[in-house]
Nanobody, 123 residues
């Protein structure tokens, strides 16, 4: 297990965009699938998106399809979440996690969440 650090959160008006970054250290990044999760106040943490180790397969929750895009740069040990068309319902702390299976398909395989970055969307 490595260390994960998220960046790029902020406050934006509804309809705006943000790009989150998650930098990994202490692990062989290219062997891991990566995922983004979010937790709103008073709610359980929920899966948002994941990407397999090679970057060839991605998965999203229904509510962000067509608005969010997950990608990765294995040379930079970084996974990104481009968020467009943000809605107030997207307000949450976003954190990334690693999946040692490399597939990104099984939510129960994710571990080692970072501290997270706050995203606030106002109307």
């Amino acid at each position: 297990q490595g260390q994960l650090s998220e960046f790029g959160g902020g406050s934006v008006q509804a309809g705006g965009s943000l790009r989150l970054s998650c930098v990994a250290s202490g692990l062989t990044f290219s062997r891991y699938a990566m995922g983004w999760f979010r937790q709103a106040p008073g709610k359980e943490r929920e899966f948002v998106a994941s990407i397999n180790r090679s970057g060839t397969k991605t998965y999203y929750i229904e509510s962000v399809k067509g608005r969010f895009t997950i990608s990765r740069d294995n040379a930079k040990n970084t996974v990104y979440l481009q968020m467009n068309g943000l809605e107030p319902e997207d307000t949450a702390v976003y954190s990334c996690a690693e999946d040692s299976t490399g597939t990104g398909r099984e939510l129960g395989q994710f571990a080692s969440w970072g501290q997270g970055t706050q995203v606030t969307v106002f109307s």
